[in-house]
């Protein structure tokens, strides 16, 4: 048994923050259903696809969110299709959207008409600027969120325009927080018999980021400073240097710079004037002196060389792992970490693991594969809903929904 096995959500997200959310649901135990647009999630177009050649189900991106998911196709614009998402939502505890304020109201699937139909139902809001404020209809992307409500002002040589996280770190972690929202507001929907809606903006997520930007924003508080990017100037022995297989970020500074002095076996060193006391070592031209000692060094040793060193001597670094580090790293092997998942337009594929495991019996399971578009349309109408073939096929004829079969004919041609 798993945490959420017996709750069912009713997915709406798109892209990247809202179906992470819902992914973590489903990574948890819950029966999520994806309710797809006509031609799909845009996450289907996103890259990297195997052998560089675009498919909607092939996205690495849709692949890696949306696994353990089920896929309907339902056109919500239409009065059939949004009477299909309330017949879900009956049944449901949890629906999570994704779409612009006021959106699922204009599609007659606002917070009233859910609890109109579920008193109970928990609804998260996934959205830039929150449903609220004068912010409320802007537009962002990942880059624009991350600058305005992340850390980005800190990150970046100092000389230089500042930079954001690679990837799509800001959005996952919007999602981990709609998630953990989802299941608190569960608990207290148990609790008080009923329903919430529940408010998740991306800016206001990005300002409380744990990495740097909470601790800047009391520091301003207390003392009215603005911190500046330290860039790579972390202090002497400090920073990223190259070695015979890669990099490796090293942080000495002058208190601890004894142990990389012995490190690199220079002790002599510390008979030098120079070298000997704290406040000398802290000297500005200390810096690069000492990286003309260290660097020819990182460049003799490997990555693993350089790392069980700095466990030795008790020096703060280790290697700047590559993704294909990742896949052969010794711990994640051991623990058992990544997962196969096949699926049947890509082949096996490595996935990342689970971000808790729970001692469960049985064990906990791997993970699904994500659905292929339109894959569960018939089985959700039917077995959740209880519709005939009839009716079925009666909505395929209108457009209302998209079974897989059409989906694949329309790939094909």
């Not at 507001?185 to 329903?195: K, V």
């Not at 297989?245 to 002599?268: H, K, N």
């Not at 030795?312 to 580090?325: E, I, M, Q, R, S």
């Amino acid at each position: 048994m798993l945490p959420l096995d017996d709750v069912r959500v009713v997915d709406l997200t798109h892209h990247a923050m809202g179906p992470f959310a819902t992914r973590v649901l489903a990574d948890y135990g819950a029966d999520v259903t994806k309710i797809e647009r006509p031609g799909g999630d845009p996450a289907r177009r996103l890259g990297p696809f195997p052998g560089d050649e675009p498919h909607i189900e092939r996205s690495g991106a849709f692949l890696a969110l949306n696994t353990g998911k089920r896929s309907a196709v339902v056109d919500l614009k239409r009065p059939e299709g949004r009477d299909i998402v309330l017949g879900l939502v009956r049944d449901a505890q949890i629906v999570v959207e994704s779409f612009s304020p006021g959106t699922l109201d204009r599609l007659g699937l606002g917070y009233e008409v859910l609890r109109s139909v579920n008193p109970r139902v928990v609804l998260t809001s996934v959205t830039n600027f929150g449903q609220t404020g004068p912010y409320r209809d802007w537009r962002g992307t990942d880059l624009t969120l991350y600058a305005m409500g992340g850390p980005m002002i800190s990150q970046g040589d100092p000389s230089r325009e500042p930079l954001k996280t690679a990837g799509r770190a800001p959005g996952y972690q919007v999602g981990y927080a709609a998630a953990l929202a989802s299941a608190v507001g569960l608990t207290s929907a148990e609790r008080r018999g009923h329903g919430e809606h529940l408010d998740v903006s991306a800016f206001e997520v990005l300002a409380h980021s744990i990495d740097s930007r909470l601790g800047r924003l009391l520091g301003y508080q207390y003392n009215g400073r603005l911190v500046g990017r330290a860039g790579s100037g972390l202090g002497v022995g400090s920073g990223t240097y190259p070695c015979l297989d890669g990099f490796v970020l090293i942080t000495s500074g002058a208190p601890r710079l004894p142990l990389t002095i012995r490190m690199i076996e220079r002790e002599d060193l510390l008979d030098q004037p120079e070298w000997a006391t704290i406040e000398a070592r802290s000297h500005p031209d200390r810096v690069p002196e000492f990286d003309a000692y260290l660097l020819p060094w990182t460049l003799e040793h490997t990555k693993e060389e350089i790392r069980a060193a700095c466990q030795k001597y008790g020096v703060l670094g280790g290697p700047l792992n590559t993704t294909a580090d990742l896949f052969v790293d010794r711990n994640f092997q051991a623990r058992g970490f990544f997962q196969t998942i096949d699926h049947p337009e890509t082949g096996p594929l490595t996935y990342p693991g689970y971000q808790a495991r729970f001692n469960t019996e049985p064990p906990q399971p791997p993970r699904r594969r994500a659905p292929l578009l339109g894959e569960h349309t018939v089985e959700v109408l039917r077995d959740h809903l209880g519709m005939s073939a009839e009716e079925i096929g009666r909505l395929r004829g209108a457009g209302v929904i998209e079974t897989r079969e059409e989906v694949r004919d329309a790939v094909a041609r």
